[in-house]
């Protein structure tokens, strides 16, 4: 009998995730990760293999936040970026994690900031 590790069972959702969602230059992928100290988020084309927009947490303006307020704040700077590059809608990628805590606060900062899913 094998026993998965956390990251390999949160590797086998992740992949699970991804069979069903695509990101087109249209409707990108906005991707998330969480780690124990930040939080990133990206807006991916899958058709072109490009980034399009991302927002990063050892940027100077959210270092300094806590990890709720981190992710909000990251929530509402992709949603930002996201309307400069004519993006308004897209689909959500939460990378094998559940839609709960950070990953939730991400995801309805950047719905407030004008972003549709």
Request: proline share 3%; net charge positive.
């Amino acid at each position: 009998m094998t026993v998965a590790t956390k990251p390999q069972q949160r590797l086998r959702r992740r992949r699970r995730v991804r069979a069903k969602i695509r990101g087109t230059a249209e409707r990108p992928r906005l991707s998330v990760f969480r780690s124990n100290r930040g939080v990133f988020a990206q807006l991916i084309n899958d058709e072109d293999g490009r980034t399009i927009v991302a927002v990063n947490w050892i940027e100077p303006e959210l270092r300094k936040l806590g990890p709720m307020e981190q992710a909000k704040r990251v929530g509402e700077l992709i949603a930002e970026r996201a309307q400069q590059a004519g993006v308004s809608t897209c689909v959500f990628d939460r990378g094998g994690y559940r839609y709960h805590g950070r990953v939730r606060a991400l995801a309805e900062s950047a719905r407030e900031g004008g972003l549709e899913f």
